[in-house]
């Protein structure tokens, strides 16, 4: 029912197309065909033999100022040229080759392909159209969309004669790649064109079968293959033999079952793959990356590889002359059963261009690498795919790194990526994601296992092949050192065991910090390294920022003080599967003292990771001789303390029993008190000057609720008195500067000055009860050059008890309040729901070279800009928006009430838009709140983004 389905549906499609060029003069090679094109869709046999000639590349829209900025991230709208009537080109490649992969997280116009010198497009599409298979023949499921419309993916083969040439219709800001490959010059290629002929229609139809329903081997049957199925009982530490098979022979499909009392069986159970008595193992991995996921077991089906009902399969062919043995290692602490099918064929002619089958495993827990290395081989053959599973507990989004590649002699990367998620076939993040060659087979609340394969465009090597992944930390900006990267990198080579040895000496430019320039590095030894239990190691229950009780009290549990416990067999999971025991506890006794190595000096919100048995002690820190404060217990297995500062290198400190119970700890959490975005800390910035009578400001103790964990207080006794604050770094053009105050019953009046002028309005800080004030004030305009800012005591409020001061931290506020508006008028961002913002730099277009950018992911976000009217009267209020193509319908709203028209702020480039005029109203004087809602979004518009060059308030006479 499936392939009637299937040719009905591309039957039907079928209607028109264009017809192809004619191809010239056969010559001595056979040509390739589309039906050649067609099996290897399907055609895993074609790996296990060298490519000699053929070469892998991808055109993308990686940042080209990653010539200059190695981490450069602005992937969008990055063309190789525009031609004068406005194509964007994508790629123009000389053939002969074939595009196997297209993919973009924002297709957008038109997509035109020139085959082969043509002057007009040969073909022409609307580019988002073509993902939704109803343009022949990219048909499903070599076609395929996330129902949002950005993820889209293609793996229809477009091959080419002589030459491709791919554009947009005009600059799209588009995301954008396409893999392909390039034969040999003297290898004979017919160029794509439809519609397709009956013989090619039926080759198609049979791949699609196999690409909607993946889990039977594609592969066909060998003479004499047979199938070995055993059941084992695995005890710790056992190895036992799954298949020793005499050559020449070929592993065709390996099926696995496994389970355990013990979590974490997939990670734990590792295979070994020996071919022909190679010292070197070719397969080493955990056997849940093996099969494209980790830590539990998956639901998914791939060409490939895959997951069903709880049996792992892996259809990769994998050849051997003399012997070829699988082993599995239990590296649990628990018994493990499996149920393991291995088949294989005899294969008497293997082909002296024969390549072994590779798969290794690695990992880097709490990896600070910028560009995370999946693979470093020397020799000749070909990467097949990659499994990615990474553990993220650090909130944010863990992606946006651009994969990168250097085959051979390559100095610079011949490929670079747009981000993970488009790596493997998802787009604006990722998640759980069935696709045949691409995807994600597994994700939960910070474990996220990705998969790629490219047993299509393979990316062949002659001499030597790199392969990485930029890992920028949460949401693109860090920390980096909390993450588990890991991969288990797939290829086929001719040696029996890579010479890694060709690799030492060998240079070609990257990269260590991604805010530098790129620099000439060198390959280094192998990445690969055996496994063990150490290795193997999980994050358990995933909390970052601890240190480990283990490796904390490692010397006080040689002297016999607690002893090391593991979570195997517990109902409840421990950082990184292990703790210490300190057994019963009475209150005030003392369970081990140690050192705190603190990684920067600052304020720390310290929790106490414990397990979380029957009758356990609430345990708390003892340092410099004093008791730190419980503030709480927000789980059965965490001990929340107040914050702390930690301003030297290492502190001193004692785990102590708060009451009596079972002490078991399982590590300290160090989290550094957040800090606000884009925040200069207060208490940290050097002050210039105070006036005389005046006390010193100084840093507050550690505090909850503010930016850093502590604020800058100053004691002031009267009017006119000042401190001077000293900026690090002076702006190039004028900013305005905002500051967070923390408001209280004896706070006085403020106001900034620069070279004795005031630079913007008054401030009270007085308010009956102490706090922060929920959003950052506006003091003024600095401007460019100077980095002295005076912070001025100019009154207090008549209910104030003084003139004190407490300043959280400053940052850089968009301007948003024209020049042209009212004497007095003032505006800031009071809050924002649903969205972030920040002031974006866009050119001199734009007032003061920025604009107000305010970024939700979704309708009925909104920001509220707070408008100071220095005295009552009749105002025209008018804004003046920004436009783009992921760009919002935005409805305004003056103190509760909707202001002025919709507006669709759409536009297929970033481009400044016309004044609005919002209307005119009395106003108080006083605060006011103008709201900026994402009502809606045009039906070409990729999000809900905002942006506000001016806000324009005048005085009506």
């Not at 392909?113 to 497009?121: C, H, N, Q, V």
Request: some cysteine; hydrophobic content about 40%.
């Amino acid at each position: 029912m499936l392939r009637a389905s299937l040719i009905a549906s591309v039957l039907g499609l079928l209607a028109s197309g264009a017809p192809g060029a004619a191809q010239e003069a056969t010559l001595s090679k056979p040509p390739l065909t589309y039906v050649d094109f067609i099996k290897q869709l399907t055609d895993l046999d074609r790996l296990t033999r060298l490519h000699p000639g053929v070469q892998a590349g991808l055109a993308s829209s990686w940042d080209r100022n990653g010539t200059n900025v190695w981490g450069a991230n602005g992937d969008a709208g990055q063309y190789l040229r525009v031609e004068p009537d406005g194509e964007a080109v994508m790629m123009d490649v000389d053939g002969p080759g074939c595009i196997y992969r297209f993919w973009s997280a924002n297709p957008q116009g038109l997509i035109r392909i020139y085959l082969d010198g043509a002057e007009k497009p040969t073909y022409e599409w609307d580019f988002n159209q073509l993902f939704q298979g109803n343009i022949p023949p990219f048909i499903k499921p070599f076609v395929w969309q996330r129902e949002n419309g950005r993820a889209s993916d293609c793996y229809l083969p477009i091959p080419f004669a002589k030459h491709i040439k791919i554009t947009a219709d005009k600059k799209h800001g588009q995301y954008y790649q396409f893999n392909y490959l390039l034969f040999p010059k003297d290898q004979p290629v017919e160029s794509f064109r439809i519609p397709l002929t009956g013989l090619e229609l039926g080759r198609l139809t049979d791949a699609a079968i196999i690409w909607a329903k993946p889990g039977n081997d594609p592969k066909p049957r060998m003479a004499g293959q047979t199938t070995e199925r055993k059941t084992i009982e695995i005890g710790p530490g056992q190895t036992v033999t799954i298949a020793d098979i005499a050559g020449p022979a070929m592993i065709r499909a390996i099926r696995l079952f496994a389970a355990s009392e013990q979590r974490y069986v997939w990670r734990k159970l590792v295979l070994k793959g020996t071919w022909d008595n190679a010292p070197w193992p070719q397969i080493l991995s955990p056997i849940g990356p093996f099969f494209g996921f980790d830590w539990s077991t998956a639901e998914y089906a791939a060409v490939p590889v895959g997951c069903r009902d709880q049996t792992a399969y892996a259809y990769w062919p994998m050849p051997f002359k003399r012997r070829g043995k699988l082993e599995i290692t239990n590296h649990l602490e628990r018994m493990a059963r499996i149920v393991a099918e291995v088949e294989w064929a005899p294969a008497p002619n293997l082909p002296a261009d024969m390549t072994y089958f590779y798969a290794r495993w690695r990992s880097e827990p709490d990896t600070t690498v910028f560009d995370y290395p999946f693979l470093e081989t020397a020799g000749r053959g070909h990467f097949v795919g990659v499994a990615m599973p990474i553990d993220h507990p650090l909130p944010g989004w863990w992606g946006d790194g651009d994969e990168k590649v250097w085959v051979d002699d390559d100095d610079w990367p011949r490929f670079i990526g747009t981000g993970s998620e488009d790596y493997f076939g998802d787009a604006w993040g990722i998640r759980y994601l069935n696709g045949p060659s691409w995807g994600c087979s597994l994700q939960t609340a910070h474990r996220t296992c990705n998969y790629r394969w490219h047993f299509m465009d393979l990316i062949p090597f002659e001499k030597r092949m790199r392969m990485t992944i930029e890992n920028y930390g949460p949401n693109g900006v860090g920390p980096r050192g909390h993450y588990e990267y890991t991969s288990t990198a797939f290829w086929y080579q001719a040696e029996v065991t890579p010479p890694f040895a060709q690799l030492r000496g060998g240079k070609f430019t990257g990269g260590t910090d991604p805010l530098k320039k790129p620099e000439t590095l060198e390959y280094g030894a192998t990445l690969f390294r055996n496994l063990d239990a150490s290795v193997l190691r999980t994050y358990g229950r995933g909390v970052p920022y601890v240190l480990e009780a283990e490796d904390l009290l490692r010397n006080m549990v040689r002297n016999g003080v607690g002893q090391i416990i593991t979570d195997a067999g517990a109902p409840y999971e421990l950082s990184r599967e292990r703790g210490v025991d300190f057994g019963a506890a009475q209150p005030g006794g003392v369970l081990a003292g140690f050192v705190i190595p603190v990684a920067e000096p600052q304020v720390y919100t310290p929790e106490i990771l414990i397990a979380p048995v029957e009758g356990a002690s609430d345990i708390s820190l003892e340092i410099g001789g004093e008791w730190v404060e419980i503030a709480g217990r927000p789980d059965p297995a965490t001990i929340r303390l107040k914050p702390v500062v930690l301003d030297k290198k290492e502190v001193p400190a004692k785990f102590v029993a708060a009451t009596a119970g079972r002490a078991i700890v399982d590590g300290l959490r160090l989290e550094p008190v957040p800090r606000a975005p884009r925040a200069m800390e207060a208490e940290e910035m050097a002050v210039a000057s105070v006036s005389t009578g005046a006390e010193a400001p100084h840093p507050s103790p550690a505090m909850a609720g503010v930016s850093g964990g502590r604020i800058l207080e100053w004691h002031a006794s009267e009017p006119g008195q000042s401190m001077t604050i000293r900026l690090a770094d002076a702006p190039d053009v004028p900013r305005v500067l905002g500051v967070r105050a923390m408001r209280g019953p004896n706070g006085g009046i403020i106001q900034a000055f620069v070279a004795g002028q005031p630079i913007g309005p008054r401030f009270d800080i007085y308010a009956p009860e102490k706090g922060p004030n929920p959003s950052v004030w506006p003091l003024g305009l600095v401007p460019a050059g100077v980095r002295d800012v005076e912070i001025r005591i100019v009154g207090k409020n008549a209910a104030a008890s003084g003139f004190h001061v407490g300043l959280d931290y400053f940052r850089w506020e968009p301007q948003i309040i024209s020049a042209d508006s009212a004497p007095g008028v003032w505006a800031g961002v009071a809050g924002v729901r649903g969205c972030s913002y920040e002031a974006q730099m866009l050119g001199p277009a734009f007032s003061a070279g920025h604009h107000l950018w305010i970024q939700p992911s979704s309708p009925g976000a909104q920001a509220d800009i707070e408008v100071y009217i220095p005295s009552a009267g009749q105002y025209a209020i008018a804004i003046r928006y920004t436009k783009s193509w992921d760009y919002a319908v935005i409805q305004a709203e003056l103190d509760g009430k909707d202001i002025g028209p919709r507006v669709d702020t759409y536009s297929p480039e970033v481009v400044l838009g016309d004044t609005v005029a919002l209307g005119q109203v009395n106003l108080a004087a006083g605060r006011h709140i103008l709201r900026l809602k994402a009502v809606d979004k045009n039906e070409n518009s990729r999000g809900y983004l905002m942006g506000v060059d001016d806000l324009i308030v005048k005085s009506v006479p």
